[in-house]
T-cell receptor, first 114, second 110 residues
Framework: SQTIHQWPATLVQPVGSPLSLECTVE??????LYWYRQAAGRGLQLLFY??????ISSEVPQNLSASRPQDRQFILSSKKLLLSDSGFYLCAWSVRGAAHYGYTFGSGTRLTVV | RKEVEQDPGPFNVPEGATVAFNCTYSNSASQSFFWYRQDCRKEPKLLMS???SGNEDGRFTAQLNRASQYISLLIRDSKLSDSATYLC???????????FGTGTRLKVLA
């Protein structure tokens, strides 16, 4: 069966520090991968999605970047965190070419920038 | 018009009650529809897909009205454990993206 791993679960980082969040998927090949952010009390905002190794699409201009060095690995990064980067970061995967299956999310990383 | 709109609630209902949520979408090309459930400080989890003919899963019934561009979720015999935020989600043919509503919060009271 397919599983998605995301870590760390919580993170407190000072303003201006770098960030690296990692997400890996097991049990499937060629998944579509996504990074979402959910600010406190708000909806999910799509940050990046990827349909293959090295293929990254950015949805909103921001202080973050994403990379997909391997088929089932998706990394979210920042060189210098801002206070506004605080939020609940969720990685998700879906079956490529099968939108009717929906997403499966990782357990999320709660980031607080202080 | 927003891509997707949901009443944020909260809907406070007693145990055993029937409650229904609607979610409207603006893109008539939307093809896949879902309801997700999100517990406090947790990731969203797929509750059920929504099919054109309507579908049922135990106490939950989902329906799609393409003419009026909305989906609905009906919960019968509400349980305390149904308390959560319910997100409507849709995707459009030819895209890889899913659009999420901001969610409807349900509180089932003892």
């Amino acid at each position: 069966s397919q599983t998605i791993h995301q870590w760390p679960a919580t993170l407190v980082q000072p303003v201006g520090s770098p960030l690296s969040l990692e997400c890996t998927v097991e049990g499937t090949s060629n998944p579509n991968l996504y990074w979402y952010r959910q600010a406190a009390g708000r909806g999910l905002q799509l940050l990046f999605y990827s349909v293959g190794i090295g293929q990254i699409s950015s949805e909103v201009p921001q202080n973050l970047s994403a990379s997909r060095p391997q088929d089932r690995q998706f990394i979210l990064s920042s060189k210098k965190l801002l206070l506004s980067d605080s939020g609940f970061y969720l990685c998700a995967w879906s079956v490529r070419g099968a939108a009717h299956y929906g997403y499966t999310f990782g357990s999320g990383t709660r980031l607080t920038v202080v | 018009r927003k891509e997707v709109e949901q009443d944020p609630g909260p809907f406070n209902v007693p145990e055993g009650a029937t409650v229904a949520f609607n979610c409207t979408y603006s893109n008539s090309a939307s093809q896949s529809f879902f309801w997700y459930r999100q517990d406090c400080r947790k990731e969203p989890k797929l509750l059920m897909s929504v099919y054109s003919s309507g579908n049922e899963d135990g106490r939950f019934t989902a329906q799609l009205n393409r003419a009026s561009q909305y989906i609905s979720l009906l919960i019968r015999d509400s349980k305390l454990s149904d308390s959560a935020t319910y997100l409507c989600v849709f995707s459009t043919s030819g895209t890889y993206k899913y659009i999420f509503g901001t969610g409807t919060r349900l509180k089932v009271l003892a």
